[in-house]
């Protein structure tokens, strides 16, 4: 009887622990940029960032993409949480976010990260505390 208890809970962490590694897999992460490597500094307003630099749960890069609607007017946010969307963001850092686009991202979702400095930091402390 014990054995079979021990492989029932080791069955429960096993499927625990692959569940946890496939939210990584599937985790993205878009970090608003003023410029298009992790060395940039984090922009300070999401919605107006150049770039948006984008890595997988764990960390690791994958790509830089220009932020099509960094010079849209009104309604920018919802424009740019669609687009970060489409692209598989399931977090979002910037140094602030407004309102309105905090709003949509949680319609959608997105979690999202205050951070000042740098893309590399930023990415480290969201993978660090699992905020992803």
């Known amino acids: 009887m014990k054995k079979g208890l021990l492989l029932g809970i080791l069955f429960i962490f096993a499927l625990t622990s692959l569940g946890y590694a496939a939210t990584d897999d599937k985790a993205k992460i878009a970090v608003a940029s003023d410029g298009n490597t992790q060395a940039s500094a984090v922009n300070p307003v999401a919605g107006k960032s150049s770039y948006y630099l984008i890595f997988d749960g764990n960390g690791a890069f994958i790509e830089v993409i ?67």
Do not use: Q
């Open 66 to 132: 220009s932020n099509p609607h960094k010079s849209a007017g009104g309604g920018r946010y919802s424009l740019v949480v669609d687009f970060l969307a489409g692209k598989g963001a399931t977090t979002i850092i910037a140094g602030s976010f407004g309102d309105k686009m905090i709003t949509t991202m949680k319609a959608k979702g997105i979690n999202y990260i205050e951070f000042k400095g740098t893309v590399a930091d930023a990415v480290k402390k969201a993978v660090k505390n699992r905020r992803v």
